[in-house]
């Protein structure tokens, strides 16, 4: 993988949040990814969701596998901590985290081969746990880091690089964490800042596990004519097709008015991803609706995008599991260890 | 020779028909009685319907052992007819239900055949089959009470704690414990040779399962998220750890839970979330066996990288592939030691029985967090599950957990710039911080290639400088993990290594030899890394023998690389049938092995 400086990241100034942070200051490492990468906007999308938000550096966590895409928690938030784990097993690891420290942010980045192939069980059980945190899928529809090989999001039909035609059919992550009963479904486009962050954001403050896919395409090796998740991204079509708005904390989150239904997003080579918005008068809390909209753009040929469905009133891993409210790891050994004489008396009942 | 207080007799029958709680009532009766005793469950990996056995061995001395032999056997299982007789000890005794015709396959010179007509017996005094199959069991216990002279009023004082709140269960039983004890009473000359008389040898003492004793020791540890996908012989252990926490870890006042118990979708998963919440900070653990941990190798390697604490169960069973579920063995002993792929070394501890299962699993922990890396406590099926006499447990309510090299908010705040993995003490173990703790302390963690600042690498210089201190790390935990047990005799030339489940069997085996003439020194090894005083022992011995159950002498080949011993210097005496060891089988090797050689 060659070392291209990252895109520049625009700065509304030095202009500081709540906590007195600046924009760069939730900014990361140098990125290592390919000039025009997708994951290079999405980690900028998240650097301004982060800073909008205000959140504690040091109370977030970023998590994830192996892949292109997995490796950008290391260039935002570098006073976060950061977890770069196995290859589609970071679903797990958070888990785990999160058990232990239920009051962390947790963001975790994904792939669409770290997910939806090696690490399709893990994303789905993590959705089933309902472990509250932000799941970013950048979706290429081919494996980045290993050189362009088809994931298990390549459309029929779709052409490798290569030129060569993939014949199995995809898996829909949105349509799968539906299926699944994740409790905060969404989608976007790497390209479309004004309709990712206010996703994102949402995403971070919903309360259980939040799945934004977003289709992220590859430059080096899927991006090319016969491509399904290639892209031109220009500064007209990320404004064209912004649709959610999020207003943070405890109060309703809306769905704004947007101009247009539908928008076609023309790529440089020439070929056309066309990303279906929500209605204005969409229910993003009525799942078998969010499920029938996904599916009629598919038919169609069309990608819905938008936050797809919310259900606010889940239990998380957390509820389900009964778990105090402090975080494990804040509880006293006292009050766990419950201490020689407790020990004497159970021994009795080995005998 | 089998006598008063030494004995030993098994039950053979149908797996599902309800038998558990018999033996275990014979078991603990005698236990009661203050006679060393011990149990030994030989079960099928199946719900109904095959073969299964419990042994119990009556032992004045403490011997706990799986005996070779037994003196009795009840044979409520047609199918293995043949060979429970040929179990039975020349001059035994065979009890059978003769409320059929003595079938052809039970009939062998030399031994005393004994019927009880349990069946009929049955249908005559209860109404529903239920109670017809499962009070057999009860029946044959009464009629064993008798013929061994196990104290009624004990039997009774169990009977009555157990059905307490069932009067009808309670009646039922009584009736049942009657009927055989009655019967053996009217018809046979009780008690047989061999019986029991009181003894007062177990006060101190408890019966109980590696398995829930392991369990206790994850909870006085205080660890709080155990993760884990169901495998025999290990689900017994969250399923105990389950009972606890629900006894001892909810919060009187909210009723909230102050442990997160997770069922994973697999042991990969069950992996990730241990070490997911190590590096969060909390003690964490998972349970599993042969096959879990073959899948959780990726993860081992991760952790040890990237050094986060993390203790594994691995209650072994005997593979490779499915094996035998419900079979022990030692067979995993390699794969622990050098767990995932690239150079990789762990902390292995060896508990030899209940009891160690609960110390062990408390110094897990600590070993785990002290070191910053998975620890491994490698018990057995046998160990696990079976039913042991094992010294009351204690515990010293001046421990501290130690938690190894964590650094605090306040700490944090004097530190300028906090590097994951530089050697600040010269011990091999760096400093580690919690995530969320304090601005300071954030860092990256990667198992890709980093240098000591943490930073990703791919520099052979920075990558081996961590490399090299991950070996001095291991070698500092040397000094630390449990010395080896070691017994001497006076002038031995014969040295006798083993580990874990052995332990008993080898143990009955050194007394047995010195009968016979044959002096052996006895090293029990408790963990691993080894350090030197086991490299001392093994040097100080003329002959050698390396006992342990799997094919392959794994124990030897550790024992070889680690310390250099060259191989055949040890003299390898294996059992990897799937059955317990038995002090026969070591005290036969090591004759026949010294037969040859003049010592
Ligand atoms: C167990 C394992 N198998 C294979 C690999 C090799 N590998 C690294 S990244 C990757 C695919 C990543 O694809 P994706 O998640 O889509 O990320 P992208 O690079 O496209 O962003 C593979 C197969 C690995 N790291 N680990
Ligand atoms: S290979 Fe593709 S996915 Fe990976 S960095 Fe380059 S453009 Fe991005
Ligand atoms: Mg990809």
Redesign the pocket.
Known sequence: MTSIAKPPVRHPGLHKNVLGFTQRDYEGAMSTLCAGCG?DSVTAALVQAAWELSLPPHRVAKMSG?????KTTAYFMRQSHGFNS??GRMPSVTSGANAANRNLTYIGI??????LS?GLGQLCHVIRRNVRMLYVL?N?G?????KGQF?ASADIGSTSKKGEANVQPPIDPVLLALTLGATFVARSFSGDKAQLIPILKAGISHNGFALIDIISP?VTFNDHDGSTKSYKFTREHEVEISTADFVPLRREITVPETDAEMTAVTMHDGSTVRFRKTRDNYDPTDREAAYEHVRACQLRGEVATGLLFLDEHGSDMHAIAKTVPTPLVDVPFEQLCPGSAALQKLMGQYR | MSGVNDFAFKMATVNGTGSASANSLLMQAIFRMGIPVTGKNLFPSNIQGLPTWYEIRVNADGWTARPEQVDLVVTLNPATYAKDVANVRPGGYLLYDSSWPLEADLIREGITIIGIPFGKMCVNAFERDRDRTLLRNIVYAGALAALFEIDMDVIHEMLTEKFSKKKSLLDANFTAIRLGYDYAKANFTCPLPFHLKRLDKTKDFIIIDGNSAAALGALYAGATVGAWYPITPSTSLMEAFTAFCKKFRVDKGTGLNNFCILQAEDELSAAGITIGAGWAGARAFTNTSGPGISLMQ?FIGLAYYTEIPAVFFDVQRVGPSTGMPTRTQQADLMSLAYASHGDTKHIVLFPANPEECFYLSVEAFNLAERFQTPVFVASDLDIGMNDWMCQRLEWDDNYKPDRGKVLDATELEQVKKFSRYLDVDGDGIPARTLPGVHPNGAYFVRGSGHDKFGAYTEDSDAYQEVLDRLTRKFESAKKVVPAPEIHLQNSAHIGIVSLGGCHAAVMEAVHNLRERGIVADYMRIKAFPFDSPVKDFIDSHEVTFVVEQNRDAQLRALLAIELGVPRDNMTAVLNYGGMPLTSRIVVDAVAKHLEGVAV
Do not use: A, M, P, W
């Open positions: 994951h192996i892949g292109c895409s997995s196995v290859h994904s792939g669409d081969g770290d997910s090696i950048d290429n081919v494996y980045g880091l290993t994931s590859c | 990726e």
